[in-house]
């Protein structure tokens, strides 16, 4: 049970509870600036829990930690979800009242914030630890039996189109690979002084239920160390003697080119691990097998990639590339689901889904893991919610700008037409959370069928 808090419940409510809180709180601080009323601040929808009144606000945590809201005096809107508003509030400090620019400043700033957010985690990034330097489009190596081999990519080749993209980054290669398994894709390499047109196919794999495809080549890092940050007890690469702080310098006699060589080696050779260590100084030969009744090694592998260039510029930089490359694979993963390439199930996640991401994170890279998903999860927050859709804050500010436009014509929305607006919005909302969690339920009783109907991981060692 505690297993389940601290890897599961505690993540989720960390990450989730962020996102929220960050948003209302970016709708709450406009509101308060402008001097507007806030009646409510809450955690969650539904009966309040728990909370503190202090002044004229309510700061609550509700039944329902699917979302949350700030309730704004004389702001009856949203009355099906937020509750109905007091009667006495003074007309200054109704957001009704206002002026049509301060409502849609303070719609706006809720998914301002979440975008705020997204941008700011991987700038902090850059600023501490500095900007990772992009490996070039070069082949290092190429993995056997993999998609790579199978392609005829050979080391040193230079990847000058993939895709349809012209001279293409490590990232753009590998977010369209994770999308396409066994897709073929056009690419052109240069070898030799020639172009030379070829088609590679990602290989599948599966991973909690989600299936996507990897390249099996190594792009040239230049000056990697690669590194054990942990190594699990209880585990074959604990009973091989294997240590934190190890240097992988070499697996099945190669030298060791990038964390993910690493990786995809184990993954290939389950039954028997060839690896060399630096040690302290000394070079130690390991031989490692998974154990028997596990699925895994049991180490966690990390790199440290050749520093880029620093300063604020390049971490702000880092930043919008980071998001604009999020915002790029989510657009193609949804419009491989309307064009039925990719199923809803492997596209789509609620809170169970969210939970096991966050709870991956923590395994793979600790609790700061949890800052990379909690800026992954702001941003899809923070757009989503400007959607043109009724009872989100996109559907309140559609609504201000097709007022304004009417006004000027001398028209209005009716209160009548502007309530059965919020209806439906609301009823899309509610069947829309019905589906997410019902298919994060039956994805996750998948998920735990698949486990406990899988055969034990064969842990001979090869002679």
Not at 157 to 182: C, E, H, K
Not at 342 to 351: E, K, L, Q
């Amino acid at each position: 049970m505690l297993n389940i808090i601290t890897t599961w419940i505690l993540p989720l409510v960390v990450v989730l509870g962020a996102a929220v809180t960050l948003h209302e709180f970016g709708h709450f601080i406009v509101a308060k600036i402008l001097k507007i009323r806030v009646e409510t601040f809450s955690f969650g929808f539904g009966p309040r829990l728990l909370g503190k009144k202090w002044g004229t606000t309510d700061y609550r945590i509700s039944a329902i930690p699917l979302g949350g809201y700030v309730k704004l005096g004389g702001d009856e809107s949203n009355a099906p979800i937020e509750g109905e508003g007091a009667a006495d509030i003074p007309a200054c400090e109704r957001f009704d009242l206002r002026p049509r620019w301060q409502r849609i400043a303070v719609a706006v700033a809720g998914p301002i914030m979440n975008i705020l957010t997204a941008l700011a985690i991987p700038f902090a990034a850059g600023l501490i630890y500095g900007v990772p330097a992009t490996p070039a489009p070069i082949v290092a190596s190429v993995l056997q039996a993999s998609a790579a081999e199978e392609a005829g990519l050979r080391a040193g080749d230079r990847i000058v189109s993939f895709n349809g993209t012209a001279n293409p980054d490590w990232d753009t290669m590998s977010d369209d690979a994770l999308l396409s398994p066994n897709k073929a894709l056009p690419m052109v390499v240069q070898r030799d002084g020639q172009q030379l047109p070829l088609t590679i196919k990602p290989k599948p794999f599966t991973r909690d239920g989600e299936t996507a495809g990897e390249l099996g080549f190594i792009p040239d890092y230049g000056n990697v160390t690669v590194f054990i940050s942990e190594v699990v007890s209880g585990t074959g690469a604990d009973a091989a003697g294997l240590k934190p702080n190890d240097k992988i310098v070499a697996v099945g006699g190669e030298s060791v080119k990038s964390s993910e060589q690493v990786i995809q080696y184990i993954r290939a050779h389950k039954e028997q691990i060839e690896m060399d260590v630096d040690r302290a100084g000394q070079r130690v030969h390991v031989t490692a097998h998974v154990a028997q009744g596990q699925e895994l090694l049991g180490v966690k592998v990390g790199q440290r990639l050749p520093p880029g260039p620093g300063g604020p510029a390049a971490a702000l930089g880092y930043a919008v590339n980071q998001n604009v490359r999020i915002l790029k694979l989510t657009r193609k993963a949804l419009g491989q689901v309307f064009s039925g390439e990719r199923s809803v199930r492997n596209t789509i996640s609620g809170p169970i889904g969210i939970a096991r991401e966050s709870s991956r994170a923590v395994s793979d890279f600790g609790w700061a893991g949890l800052f990379t998903m909690l800026g992954f999860l702001s941003l899809n927050l923070g757009i989503f919610n400007l959607l043109p859709i009724p009872v989100l804050d996109g559907g309140a500010i559609f609504l201000l700008l097709v007022e304004g436009a009417l006004a000027i014509v001398g028209l209005s929305i009716s209160m009548r037409v502007r309530e059965r607006i919020q209806q439906v919005g609301f009823v899309f909302v509610i069947l829309l959370m019905v589906f997410v969690l019902t298919n994060d339920a039956l994805k996750q009783i998948s998920l735990w069928r698949g486990s406990n109907n899988s055969p034990p991981a064969n842990a001979t060692p090869a002679k």
